[in-house]
């Protein structure tokens, strides 16, 4: 379903990012760091007033020739992006808002783990796993 | 996770389960930075949790109004289903009594205590859960039990249930002073 999921920290810094297939790691890096002036302009875009009452998915930030990246900031400011197969039409908005959703509650336990200090990399196996099953859905 | 207010009334308050989770989880990570292994650690968590035993059978004892048991059958009885629904809101089931009927399993199929914990790969040793035993360990004690209680398996390190083994050692007579049998 999706090709790359990445949780990005308030001061943006990459948490967790994880792609398939892994031998293009490196251009799903650069995709997901370029999408996250996208993000800053959305949020800066809107007024001090909205910020505080915006839904948290950003929908699409841009379409690339092959990919779609969808964006998600919390109120706490931590992003996540998805990278999406552009050729994967049958995704719907609904759908990617949902996978948000899960992957803010996963994230949330991982927050609630007490090994782990906020602002870590991510290392749970749990939340791994979860990335997994959502890349992995419709392929 | 119901902690009674006022004391005598029937009512019980109720605590969110994160913020008890969240706080015995705190306990731990601080335990582990304290110490430098995890068996100092499991020690001094049974420590603390028969601390909080020996005070807590008054409490449990004032509130619940189970009489003496006869056996230790009926005890692991009142544990599984009085005690641990007191204070934890579970059930334990309790199984593989041993022939003599001096050992039993209590069987959690959800601790509470656990919830959102990995334990990372340098505490696999750890047994995050090992104030429960104290606890166990120290409330038998109050009423002239001498037990030892221990985790065999822990879902923290992939089994399935949580299974705490407690084993009755011998009744602790009332102290007799020295010399005199």
Same mark, same amino acid.
């Given at each position: 379903?999706?090709?790359?999921?990445?949780?990005?920290?308030?001061?943006?810094?990459?948490?967790?990012?994880?792609?398939?297939?892994?031998?293009?790691?490196?251009?799903?890096?650069?995709?997901?760091?370029?999408?996250?002036?996208?993000?800053?302009?959305?949020?800066?875009?809107?007024?001090?007033?909205?910020?505080?009452?915006?839904?948290?998915?950003?929908?699409?930030?841009?379409?690339?020739?092959?990919?779609?990246?969808?964006?998600?900031?919390?109120?706490?400011?931590?992003?996540?992006?998805?990278? +999406?197969?552009?050729?994967?039409?049958?995704?719907?908005?609904?759908?990617?808002?949902?996978?948000?959703?899960?992957?803010?509650?996963?994230?949330?336990?991982?927050?609630?783990?007490?090994?782990?200090?906020?602002?870590?990399?991510?290392?749970?196996?749990?939340?791994?796993?979860?990335?997994?099953?959502?890349? +992995?859905?419709?392929? | 996770?119901?902690?009674?207010?006022? =004391?005598?009334?029937?009512?019980?308050?109720?605590?969110?389960?994160?913020?008890?989770?969240?706080?015995?989880?705190?306990?731990?990570?601080?335990?582990?930075?304290?110490?430098?292994?995890?068996?100092?650690?499991?020690?001094?968590?049974?420590?603390?949790?028969?601390?909080?035993?020996?005070?807590?059978?008054?409490?449990?004892?004032? =509130?619940?109004?189970?009489?003496?048991?006869?056996?230790? =059958?009926?005890?692991?009885?009142?544990?599984?289903?009085?005690?641990?629904?007191?204070?934890?809101?579970?059930?334990?089931?309790?199984?593989?009594?041993?022939?003599?009927?001096? &050992?039993?399993?209590?069987?959690? &199929?959800?601790?509470?205590?656990?919830?959102?914990?990995?334990?990372?790969?340098?505490?696999?040793?750890?047994?995050?859960?090992?104030?429960?035993?104290?606890?166990? !360990?120290?409330?038998?004690?109050?009423?002239?039990?001498?037990?030892?209680?221990?985790?065999?398996?822990?879902?923290?390190?992939?089994?399935?249930?949580?299974?705490?083994?407690?084993?009755?050692? !011998?009744?602790?007579?009332?102290?007799?002073?020295?010399? &005199?049998?």
């Amino acid at each position: 379903m999706a090709v790359c999921i990445a949780v990005i920290a308030k001061e943006n810094y990459p948490l967790y990012i994880k792609s398939t297939p892994t031998e293009n790691e490196l251009k799903f890096h650069y995709t997901v760091h370029t999408s996250l002036d996208v993000v800053d302009e959305k949020i800066s875009a809107m007024g001090k007033a909205l910020v505080d009452q915006r839904e948290l998915y950003l929908g699409l930030l841009y379409p690339t020739e092959d990919y779609k990246v969808y964006g998600y900031v919390t109120n706490s400011k931590v992003k996540f992006v998805m990278v +999406v197969d552009s050729s994967n039409t049958a995704l719907r908005d609904n759908e990617i808002r949902s996978m948000f959703r899960k992957l803010h509650n996963s994230y949330t336990d991982v927050i609630c783990n007490p090994f782990y200090n906020p602002g870590d990399q991510i290392q749970s196996r749990a939340f791994d796993n979860m990335v997994t099953s959502m890349m +992995v859905q419709v392929c | 996770m119901a902690r009674q207010g006022s =004391r005598g009334g029937a009512e019980s308050k109720k605590m969110s389960s994160e913020l008890f989770t969240l706080t015995y989880g705190a306990l731990v990570t601080q335990l582990c930075k304290d110490y430098e292994n995890d068996e100092d650690v499991n020690k001094q968590l049974d420590k603390m949790g028969y601390n909080i035993g020996v005070r807590l059978i008054e409490d449990f004892l004032a =509130r619940s109004n189970v009489g003496r048991c006869h056996d230790f =059958r009926e005890t692991a009885d009142v544990i599984a289903k009085v005690a641990f629904k007191m204070y934890l809101g579970i059930t334990p089931s309790i199984t593989n009594w041993s022939p003599a009927g001096d &050992e039993f399993s209590l069987i959690l &199929e959800n601790n509470p205590l656990v919830d959102f914990v990995e334990l990372p790969d340098n505490h696999s040793s750890l047994i995050y859960s090992n104030l429960l035993c104290g606890v166990l !360990r120290g409330a038998l004690e109050m009423v002239q039990m001498a037990v030892d209680v221990k985790f065999v398996q822990d879902t923290l390190k992939g089994d399935g249930v949580t299974e705490i083994r407690m084993k009755f050692i !011998r009744r602790i007579e009332d102290n007799l002073p020295a010399g &005199e049998e």
